[in-house]
């Protein structure tokens, strides 16, 4: 139990606050959270009132760390739940704050292993096999993988991969190009089949322009 002697505004953050009781500092919280609860100075914070608003106040800090970890790219759920418990927060804390991400619209793996197949072949092409292993070290479940990865088209990655490539070996006899693309496409999980047929059409585009 405490009272209030003092809710001042914090350095260098004007949208939060500095709570006091009993002549000596408690915590800071957001303004907007203080004014929600009906904080004031002389308020009296009973034992069950002040616990109550400290756990609601550490799963403040921890959606506050969830939002701005996510502001930088989406995340799947493992990844955010990683972040999290490196922050040092408790369980229960990262649980509520999942439940509440996943309420926005904010944490959903499914939409997640979409974002990383598309910006994968927009600017790093690569087969299914490697995107589904990417996926799957980023904790995606194993069902959302399959549907996902099975929207690549091999060929279509394996070309765009090697004409990315190609330009840099252009100069290059065939048999060079050959086995500098094929190791290039190779090291991206494609199959034999798809990278022979990527580098001859890469190949005979180079010669018509020639």
Same mark, same amino acid.
């Given at each position: 139990m405490g009272k209030i002697t003092a809710l001042r505004q914090g350095k260098n953050k004007e949208n939060r606050v500095n709570l006091y009781l009993d002549g000596k500092f408690a915590f800071s919280m957001a303004q907007v959270k203080a004014k929600r609860e009906g904080l004031s100075v002389g308020l009296e914070l009973t034992g069950n009132r002040l616990e109550s608003l400290m756990k609601s106040l550490k799963i403040s800090r921890c959606l506050e760390t969830a939002y701005h970890y996510l502001s930088y790219r989406p995340r799947s759920e493992a990844e955010l739940r990683e972040r999290l418990h490196k922050r040092i927060f408790a369980d229960e804390q990262i649980e509520a704050v999942i439940t509440t991400l996943k309420e926005q619209h904010l944490l959903d793996d499914q939409k997640f292993a979409e974002f990383w197949k598309e910006n994968r072949e927009a600017f790093n092409p690569r087969s299914r096999w490697l995107t589904g292993r990417e996926l799957a070290k980023k904790g995606v479940d194993t *069902?959302? $993988?399959?549907? +996902? +990865?099975?929207? $690549? #088209? *091999? #060929? *279509?990655? !394996?070309?765009? !991969?090697a004409a990315n490539r190609a330009t840099r070996f252009a100069s290059c006899e065939y048999d060079e190009f050959r086995q500098k693309i094929g190791s290039y496409l190779q090291r991206r999980g494609f199959s034999y089949s798809v990278i022979n047929r990527a580098i001859k059409k890469v190949w005979g585009e180079i010669k018509r322009k020639e």
């Amino acid at each position: 139990m405490g009272k209030i002697t003092a809710l001042r505004q914090g350095k260098n953050k004007e949208n939060r606050v500095n709570l006091y009781l009993d002549g000596k500092f408690a915590f800071s919280m957001a303004q907007v959270k203080a004014k929600r609860e009906g904080l004031s100075v002389g308020l009296e914070l009973t034992g069950n009132r002040l616990e109550s608003l400290m756990k609601s106040l550490k799963i403040s800090r921890c959606l506050e760390t969830a939002y701005h970890y996510l502001s930088y790219r989406p995340r799947s759920e493992a990844e955010l739940r990683e972040r999290l418990h490196k922050r040092i927060f408790a369980d229960e804390q990262i649980e509520a704050v999942i439940t509440t991400l996943k309420e926005q619209h904010l944490l959903d793996d499914q939409k997640f292993a979409e974002f990383w197949k598309e910006n994968r072949e927009a600017f790093n092409p690569r087969s299914r096999w490697l995107t589904g292993r990417e996926l799957a070290k980023k904790g995606v479940d194993t *069902e959302v $993988i399959s549907q +996902v +990865v099975a929207g $690549i #088209d *091999e #060929d *279509e990655s !394996a070309y765009q !991969a090697a004409a990315n490539r190609a330009t840099r070996f252009a100069s290059c006899e065939y048999d060079e190009f050959r086995q500098k693309i094929g190791s290039y496409l190779q090291r991206r999980g494609f199959s034999y089949s798809v990278i022979n047929r990527a580098i001859k059409k890469v190949w005979g585009e180079i010669k018509r322009k020639e």
